[in-house]
């Protein structure tokens, strides 16, 4: 089965470092999305990106954030300047039709700030 | 806002036995998922229920929805070690162009021998 792939696996940086994720969506599919999950809590929506736009932000994606769609097939997540509590593991997800239907999640990125 | 709240959080069962886990919303909804989630794992999607009256079933578990309640139930009939996993359901709020699904706390599920 088509999968979604994240790299890398595991991320550390320092406090005010910018991090960018990785994602390949699988191929065909048209939305996509990233969320996160702090050790021990729920998933947590951040962004969803459509047609090569920003279609929907949490109040998380604040202005340290930013997503990419560069050549068709990545998807970046981008933290400019990191803090400690964006530590957390952050899945990318997309799907062919929007959320109708069901997303299909990558393994994620743990990202840990120092 | 939309609050999904899970019950139980943690749940330790005996292989074999049957077991109801709950998902409870707090707004107007007609779209729940389920995603299951082993330790340090991604999400995968076990049910995708989009209507009043939803009923699916894979395997051993059986999920059904029921919007007027605004309540979802996962359903283990003899449950075995290979369940052992943390459950989330996911709800789509229905607004008008989102595409945001609203998880709940996910509940992590134990069988044991």
């Known amino acids: 089965e088509p999968e979604v792939t994240q790299t890398p696996s595991h991320q550390v940086t320092q406090m005010g470092q910018e991090v960018i994720l990785r994602c390949v969506p699988i191929s065909n599919h048209l939305y996509f999305y990233w969320y996160r999950q702090i050790l021990g809590q729920k998933v947590e929506f951040l962004v969803s990106f459509y047609n090569n736009e920003i279609s929907e932000k949490s109040e998380i994606f604040d202005d340290q954030f930013s997503v990419e769609r560069p050549d068709g097939s990545n998807f970046t997540l981008k933290i400019r300047s990191t803090k400690l509590e964006d530590s957390a593991m952050y899945f990318c997800a997309s799907s062919l039709t929007g959320i109708n239907e069901k997303l299909f999640f990558g393994s994620g990125t743990q990202l840990s700030v120092l | ?113």
């Open chain 2, 1 to 113: 806002e939309l609050k999904v709240e899970q019950n139980p959080l943690f749940l330790s069962m005996q292989e074999g036995k049957n077991y109801t886990i709950y998902c409870n919303y707090s707004t107007t909804s007609d779209r729940l998922y389920w995603y299951r989630q082993d330790p340090g794992k991604s999400l995968e999607s076990l049910f995708v229920l989009l209507s009043n009256g939803a009923v699916k079933q894979e395997g051993r578990l059986m999920a059904s929805l029921d919007t007027k309640a605004r309540l979802s139930t996962l359903h283990i009939t003899a449950a075995v070690h290979d369940l052992s996993a943390t459950y989330f359901c996911a709800v789509d709020p229905r607004l008008s162009g989102s595409e945001k699904l609203v998880f709940g706390k996910g509940m992590k599920l134990t069988v044991n021998p």
